[in-house]
């Protein structure tokens, strides 16, 4: 099926230090959404991204959006063991099918 | 509001069986799209419906199959199953096609 890259696939961390995963498309995208899912959870929507260059902060999150509408990031500062889960992009390339397309999925693993 | 809901939470099938999944999704929200979960392939799109009509499909072969009803509760069918259809399958439900989504907790599918 189709979907779309990010790296890494897997990060272990100390707590406290920072943690980014990319998400990237060959392709402009509409927009962009990030998802945390817990172990044995379900995905839950953290933030949608539209604008290019666009920067958007939630506490220890800051998310960016590429210029070119390509690509995005997740950056966490300081990260805590609550941070742990499998972080998605899900990215909309517009258009007629307004779809969304789910990420690899980046794996956080914090240690304490 | 009460979230996306899913029923059943876990099932258990064998090869040959079919199977119906139901997912009721958040009072309002018109969007509905269904997702296969797996350890080695991540989150694969299936089909996404709004106004009971299937907008989009994914790379799934046709005896995965789906609708929605007039109050948006949705339903998928898998038939002949397999084994390599052991899977979570995640509901979600958004207000408008192509935004912000919400999951709900899955059905755990097993196939022995």
């Known amino acids: 099926g189709q979907q779309v890259m990010q790296i890494p696939q897997y990060q272990h961390v100390q707590e406290g230090e920072d943690f980014t995963t990319y998400c990237n498309s060959s392709t402009t995208l509409s927009n962009i959404q990030w998802y945390k899912q817990r172990p044995g959870g379900h995905p839950v929507f953290l933030i949608q991204?539209?604008?290019?260059?666009e920067v958007k902060k939630q506490k220890r999150l800051t998310f960016q959006f590429g210029e070119a509408k390509k690509n995005s990031s997740l950056h966490i500062t300081a990260t805590q063991t609550t941070d742990v889960g499998t972080y998605f992009c899900?990215?909309?390339?517009?258009?007629?099918?307004?779809?969304?397309?789910f990420g690899t999925g980046t794996l956080l693993a914090v240690q304490p | 509001k009460a979230g996306v809901t899913q029923t059943p939470r876990y099932l258990i099938k064998t090869r040959g069986q079919q199977v119906t999944l139901s997912c009721s999704p958040i009072s309002g929200h018109r969007s509905v799209s269904w997702y296969q979960q797996t350890p080695g392939q991540g989150l694969q799109f299936l089909f996404e419906y709004f106004s009971e009509t299937q907008r989009n499909k994914g790379n799934f072969p046709g005896r995965f199959s789906g609708r929605q009803f007039s109050n948006s509760r949705s339903e998928m069918n898998v038939s002949t199953l397999e084994l390599g259809d052991s899977a979570l399958y995640l509901c979600a439900s958004s207000l408008f096609r192509g935004h912000e989504q919400y999951f709900g907790p899955g059905t755990r599918l097993t196939v022995t």
């Open positions: 899900a990215v909309n390339y517009g258009g007629a099918t307004n779809k969304l397309i």
């Open positions: 991204l539209v604008k290019s260059g």
